[in-house]
């Protein structure tokens, strides 16, 4: 069934290889970029499939400008992938406030903000899949990249809660969660702050690794862009979805670490109830309030 996308940061990476996959499959895709002009080689080959749009995503001005531009041309927005982003590399303290917020205002403000614009659009369908491009930094901190992860913990976070909030519209939601992919992303669209002394262990490392000769990604873009694809389609589509080897042992190795240390500290974190506190988990008003949480 052909169906309508809406892509942020569809002229590089994972973004255009999200395009292109759509276009391809004979989907209709709104693609959208700070610089149009480097999807003019698309606009040639799928010119009745593609709505081309200048979007600075911090923008809301220009978020509401597309979205509606978008519906005036194909009617609805049934895909929408929240992918522009950037990373950024230093410690926490070296980055400067216009670091900070640019991180926040692209790789968390502005997904939630189109999110927002298009809702209202899927809710009046009763359909609609949302595809919020995170991170396996969204799941597993690392040192050097302490405000890049803040925006993607964040955005995962959004994701989980959102998905069991509009699941009775019909609507379904899944942060995406790549590792390493074979983008610009360590590249040309990583950023560093300033190096201060003391973090040359773990931040020093991280920032050389990234910039060395070494590092080889393992995951290949196009292969992602298929994915996603094909999961437009799946009817139960999964809330969190981890793309890569690489990432998909990382997150286990954490898994493993968190539980060992939840468990260790299990006895002091039941010790804070009070005194003549009873399981509200086991109430009916509490097992009603797990199952919309989804802990049930």
Do not use: C
Request: hydrophobic share 40%; charged share 20%; net charge negative.
């Amino acid at each position: 069934m052909t169906k309508v996308w809406f892509i942020t940061g569809s002229a590089r990476g994972l973004g255009r290889s999200i395009t292109k996959a759509a276009l391809a499959a004979g989907h209709q895709v709104a693609a959208t970029a700070r610089n149009p002009e480097h999807l003019k080689e698309l606009t040639k080959d799928y010119p009745e499939q593609i709505l081309v749009l200048p979007l600075d995503v911090t923008s809301p001005d220009q978020i509401k400008q597309a979205v509606a531009q978008t519906i005036d041309r194909f009617g609805r927005i049934d895909v929408l992938v929240n992918n522009a982003g950037f990373g950024i590399t230093g410690a926490a303290e070296a980055f400067t406030d216009q670091q900070v917020r640019s991180q926040l205002e692209t790789n968390l403000y502005a997904p939630i903000e189109l999110t927002r614009a298009v809702l209202p659009h899927m809710r009046k369908q009763r359909s609609g899949r949302i595809m919020q491009i995170s991170s396996i930094g969204g799941r597993i901190g690392t040192p050097g990249v302490s405000i890049y992860q803040a925006a993607k913990f964040g955005l995962s976070g959004f994701a989980e809660a959102l998905s069991r909030e509009v699941a009775p519209l019909g609507i379904r939601v899944t942060s995406v969660e790549p590792g390493g992919f074979r983008t610009d992303w360590s590249g040309a669209s990583m950023s560093y702050a300033p190096v201060v002394e003391g973090y040359e262990q773990t931040v020093g490392f991280v920032m050389q690794f990234l910039k060395g000769d070494g590092f080889v990604p393992m995951g290949d873009p196009d292969k992602a862009a298929k994915v996603l694809v094909d999961l437009a389609e799946h009817p139960e589509p999964p809330v969190h979805l981890v793309l890569g080897s690489e990432a998909a042992a990382m997150l286990q190795q954490t898994d493993k670490l968190r539980k060992a240390e939840f468990e260790q500290w299990l006895p002091i974190s039941t010790s804070t109830d009070a005194d003549d506190a009873t399981d509200f988990l086991e109430t009916e008003a509490g097992k009603a309030y797990a199952k919309i949480k989804g802990v049930e």
